[in-house]
Nanobody
């Protein structure tokens, strides 16, 4: 199983980014996929989950700003991030199967 995140970068506050998580060895439609964030000095924070049912769940800190989705044909999960804030800065990770598998992460930096 391999999860490869991409799409991170440096943006200004208020801008948007879309992160991608390309999966191999598993089906994103048949697994519980999630995004987490690691900020220096803080514990890893859960952001969003999309289970097999397709129902989406979000942390309060990103509800209304972030959207998780999946493309079964591309076997990829996305995290659309709008209205980014400096406190969204961190390393973003994709996970599968309730944290059994993790990607290597992609860095997001939001400047004020």
């Amino acid at each position: 199983v391999q999860l490869v995140e991409s799409g991170g970068g440096l943006v200004q506050a208020g801008e948007s980014l879309r992160l991608s998580c390309a999966a191999s060895g598993i089906s994103v439609s048949n697994n519980r996929m999630a995004w987490y964030r690691q900020t220096p000095g803080k514990q890893r924070e859960w952001l969003a989950t999309i289970p097999q049912t397709g129902t989406k769940y979000y942390a309060d800190s990103v509800e209304g700003r972030f959207t998780i989705s999946r493309d079964s044909a591309k076997n990829t999960v996305y995290l659309q991030m709008n209205s980014l804030k400096p406190e969204d800065t961190g390393a973003y990770y994709c996970t599968a199967n309730c944290g059994t598998y993790w990607g290597q992460g992609t860095q997001v930096t939001v400047s004020s």
